[in-house]
């Protein structure tokens, strides 16, 4: 027998007894509705405060989150802003989260229009700043909200001290509850009414679009309040509307009736009929719906939602399955999104972020948690105390043990070894075990010990000073008084602690005292700081002291202070009164003798042209004399005048250079000049010099620039070579040069002398000092002068601020070096002068000068050296002599010839008249800058007197020599 045969034989035998079943339910339809409904109405329920469950305690984690920012514990209103700016990204677009200080200012806000706002007003922010536990106030009215209404929740942070920072609010907008019936769908009929704990309602939602009858729907359950966040009562009803019920039991009766009666008649005509459409096509159905599922499709139906045969309610089970399914899936990949967002989130913090679930394992850890408490080591999954250190083991099991017994938060410090830094640890309570924050404050504890310290190191100062320290506020009352003031006022501490500093004054003083304090305070006196001043102070006996005050300003941030430091000076002042009474007698004595000792400088240094006009005539008769002995017994004997006379003009310009010195006459002309000029002419004047000691003399030649007074150089240069010559009786001497690096030249002068010892290297260079002949043998013996030369040498290079040094061995010889500036680009190296030969001078010259002696004198040494010569005391007489016998080949004139006229001015008043370029050589006796610049001006050559007779003959023959001479 087919299925469809013994389906029509079972219906028609139960189809009599079902009729009789049937009128008997129809009574019990109303009953068994009602009841089906309160069934499904709290199924519903249940599955609509899950939802509204996991979406305030995701509400809670986050406003708990967002407090434990470093941001937010700062203060920092732009590191908020932006936390808030990403976190909004990834949330409900239901939710607004704002940050609020104490006052409920809004410093942050995920809607930025809303910053600076207040909200102190609200109930939940005032509730929230007196408890660590979450706050629901009461439901925000549509003027108040962001939209249409809101529910608010609001969460205390604390700030970087620890003290009570604002609060974390977080708005839900009501038309999340209108969402709802998405994530649970409500049957036909069925209605959620939501509403707050003042019977606000705050959303209604039925399962169609079509307005709801007059009549109120019937609650059959109800929520009750959440008792996981304090405040929150947010009442939901699941109802129905009874004129629905009983339209849909009238039409079930309506619709049996008709059955029962058509069935008796056309039994047998629908069997096959409704055995197709009641059990051949929904088990079709049903197969092919087991296909689709088998093959992945969880969304796949049996029957349309309006079949009301016991296949269609298997249908409907197995859709309502699938249905189940497709929405836990969803909600497992919503969850999964919100942990990533929210993990995004934790990623970006500073500080180490881990969840712990109650088995104390780790669900959850940022990279920071990763890299401070991991290494390399995965942490998820592994027990808590055993990814942390050992030394941070029982204090964690001690502190998470608490957290989780008491349900608040828990903060502690610690200082793990193996990690060598401070932490700070957060244990936040959550529904599923433990957030935990890590926060390295290292640098912070680092700066805490370092104030220790200070503070300690201070405490020590200002304990043992010896001097009063008394430490005031802006009011003038004292804060602090250490013991050395103590001491000094024969006050205890606790004594004048709290009281006016002006208890330390005379009364006369104190009234000054406090006008000085009220002048600092309004910017009208700013100079008592930071300076001495003397006044009188007032012991507790009364007695009166001299001190000498000093104040210091400081402020700790909230108020100013001034430390005042106080030294009794009543010695000090009986000490300075015998000192001064000496030291104006002292002043009075050195003032005479440095007057006496410039009037003798300023002296010498004006009588330097007279003292030098003997010295001068001498040398040229000597000389003279010299040439015209040649041959004869006496020749030694004029050579040792000679020699004395040499010796007269070392010591005359060493003591002339000195007094120059000292009545500071002498300004350096600083200028660009290449060295190598310089260096050949001291090679070629002093040659025959070292030649006739039996010396060699030799120059390495250099082609630098230096930046120095060239004029002084040279003088410095002659005076080394002077003390080479003077103390050296075999080998030789060396002038060069060297670079010591990019910017200085080092000019040497290096002999084979006698030396002296270490000891001697600074006392040289002082004034009258002289190698000790014992120590020097022959040479020593036989050197002359005063022990000037170096002395002039320092003077000088100090002058131009070029550094001198000496090394020197006994017996060896000696190096001196003077460090010059070199210049970047040095100057084309100028011709050399002409090295004198043993030539005699040929050509007539013309001499000037006022002084009989001189004239004669250069006179008889010129003719010996084969020149004609023309001697004339003025220039009237010079021109006679001219025109009587011929334009002079060069004229040496001295500076000054008598009646206020100058040797430059006649020799160009000569070239004029003979209308010839003659070559002129200027002797004088001065060394004025003013007198160098005009002779250089007129294009002269220059010789200072004494001249000694080489160099003049050498500036003769350089001169007369024809061009293009050999």
């Known amino acids: ?101 104490r006052r409920g200012v809004l410093l942050c806000s995920s809607r930025p229009d809303q910053v600076g706002r207040s909200i102190g007003d609200r109930s939940d922010i005032m509730a929230a700043l007196k408890t660590d536990e979450m706050v629901v106030g009461e439901f925000i009215r549509p003027d108040m909200a962001a939209g249409g209404g809101a529910l608010p929740f609001a969460l205390r942070y604390v700030d970087d001290t620890g003290d009570s920072g604002g609060v974390v609010t977080v708005l839900l907008d009501v038309a999340w509850w209108n969402a709802v019936p998405d994530e649970v769908p409500l049957p036909d009929g069925v209605s959620l009414i939501v509403t707050d704990r003042a019977g606000t309602i705050l959303a209604v939602r039925s399962a169609h679009a079509a307005a709801p009858s007059s009549d109120a729907p019937e609650v059959m359950a ?35 009736t008709l059955v029962i009666g058509a069935g008796l008649l056309a039994a047998l005509a629908a069997a096959a009929a409704l055995a197709y459409r009641l059990v051949l096509h929904p088990v079709a159905a049903l197969a092919r719906t087991a296909d689709l599922w088998r093959a992945g499709d969880a969304r796949a139906g049996a029957f349309a939602s309006d079949d009301t045969s016991e296949f269609g309610t298997l249908g409907r089970t197995f859709d309502a399955m699938a249905d189940a ?55 998820v999954g592994m027990p808590l105390l055993e990814a942390l250190p050992e030394a941070l083991a029982d204090t964690f099991r001690t502190e998470c043990a608490r957290a989780l017994a008491d349900q608040v938060p828990v903060s502690f410090e610690a200082y793990p070894a193996p990690l060598s830094r401070w932490l700070s640890v957060r244990l936040l309570p959550c529904r599923d075990g433990l957030l935990i924050s890590f926060q390295d404050i290292t640098e912070r504890r680092e700066t805490e010990l370092c104030i220790e310290r200070a503070e300690a190191h201070y405490r020590a100062i200002v304990d043992t000073a010896v001097d009063g320290m008394v430490v005031i506020d802006h009011t003038g009352i004292i804060q602090s008084f250490n013991p050395a ?53 007032r012991r507790k006996d009364g007695t009166v002291f001299a001190l000498e005050l000093s104040v210091a300003e400081w402020s700790d941030g909230r108020q100013r202070f001034f430390t005042g430091f106080m030294r009794d000076i009543t010695l000090r002042r009986r000490t300075d009164a015998a000192i001064q009474a000496a030291r104006d007698e002292a002043v009075a004595a050195r003032a005479e003798a440095e007057r006496a000792v410039l009037a003798k400088s300023k002296f010498l240094a004006a009588a330097s042209h007279d003292l030098r006009q003997p010295v001068q005539s001498l040398f040229f008769l000597g000389s003279a004399l010299a040439d015209g002995l040649r041959g004869h017994p006496m020749l030694p004997l004029v050579g040792s005048i000679n020699q004395a006379t040499e010796a007269l003009k070392l010591l005359l310009d060493g003591l002339l250079d000195i007094s120059k010195l000292d009545a500071g006459v002498i300004t350096p002309q600083v200028t660009d000049m290449p060295v190598a000029d310089l260096l050949r002419r001291l090679g070629a004047e002093y040659a025959h010099r070292a030649e006739r000691q039996g010396l060699r ?19 410095i240069l002659r005076n080394l070579i002077e003390n080479a010559l003077r103390y050296t009786e075999r080998g030789r001497i060396l002038i060069g040069c060297r670079r010591i690096d990019l910017d200085t030249l080092r000019i040497e002068v290096r002999d084979t002398g006698i030396g002296f010892p270490a000891d001697q290297a600074e006392s040289i260079f002082e004034e009258f000092h002289r190698i000790n002949p014992g120590d020097g043998g022959d040479a020593a013996e036989e050197a002359q002068g005063l022990g000037l030369g170096l002395a002039i040498v320092r003077r000088l290079a100090g002058l131009l601020g070029h550094p001198v040094s000496v090394t020197s061995t006994p017996g060896r010889g000696s190096r001196f070096s003077i460090d010059v500036p070199l210049v970047a680009s040095a100057a084309a190296a100028l011709a050399a002068p002409p090295v004198i030969d043993d030539r005699r001078g040929r050509g007539l010259a013309l001499i000037l000068d006022d002084e009989p002696v001189i004239l004669i004198g250069l006179k008889l040494l010129l003719e010996s050296w084969g020149y004609r010569v023309l001697s004339a005391r003025n220039p009237g007489d010079a021109l006679r002599q001219v025109a009587d016998d011929g334009v002079p080949d060069l004229i040496v004139a001295d500076y000054r010839l008598g009646d206020g006229v100058k040797g430059p001015d006649a020799i160009r008043k000569l070239r004029a008249a003979t209308g010839a370029d003659i070559p002129g050589i200027i002797l004088t006796g001065d060394t004025t800058q003013e007198l160098l610049d005009e002779v250089e001006r007129g294009g002269f050559d220059l010789l200072h007197k004494p001249v000694a007779s080489h160099e003049l003959r050498r500036k003769l023959e350089a001169l007369c020599e024809p061009e293009g001479g050999p």
């Open 485 to 537: 003031a103590e001491r000094m006022f024969g006050h205890a501490a606790a004594e004048v602690i709290g009281r006016n500093v002006t208890v330390l004054m005379q009364d006369r003083d104190a009234a000054v005292h406090d006008g000085h304090i009220w002048n600092y305070r309004h910017g009208s006196d700013r100079n008592v700081i930071g300076r001495k001043r003397d006044l009188e102070g």
């Open 325 to 379: 399914l497709e929405r836990s899936r969803q909600e497992r990949e919503r969850a999964e999104a919100a942990a990533d967002r929210m993990a995004a989130v934790l990623e970006g913090t500073a500080d180490g972020i881990c969840e712990v679930d109650g088995g104390w394992l780790i669900t959850y850890a940022n990279l920071q948690c990763r890299t401070l408490l991991g290494g390399d080591r995965e942490l």
């Open 222 to 256: 109800t929520v009750r309040p959440s008792a996981a966040v304090r405040g929150l009562f947010v009442g939901i009803g699941i109802g129905i509307d009874p004129e629905e019920i009983r339209q849909r039991l009238d039409e079930v009766m309506r619709h049996r």
């Open 697 to 715: 003399l030799k120059v390495v030649p250099s082609d630098s620039t230096v930046r120095t007074d060239a004029v002084l150089l040279e003088r």
């Open 1 to 101: 027998m087919s299925l469809l045969s013994r389906l029509i034989l079972i219906f028609l035998s139960i189809l009599v007894p079902g009729v009789g079943i049937g009128i008997f339910t129809d009574y019990e339809a109303r009953n068994s509705a009602e009841a089906a409904v309160r069934e499904e109405a709290s199924r519903l329920l249940d599955r609509v405060q899950g939802e509204q469950a996991r979406v305030f305690d995701g509400i809670r984690q986050i406003a708990a989150l967002v407090a434990a920012t470093d941001a937010v514990r700062a203060g920092d209103r732009a590191g908020c802003q932006a936390l808030l700016d990403r976190t909004v990204q990834r949330l409900s677009p239901h939710l607004t989260i704002s940050v609020a200080d």
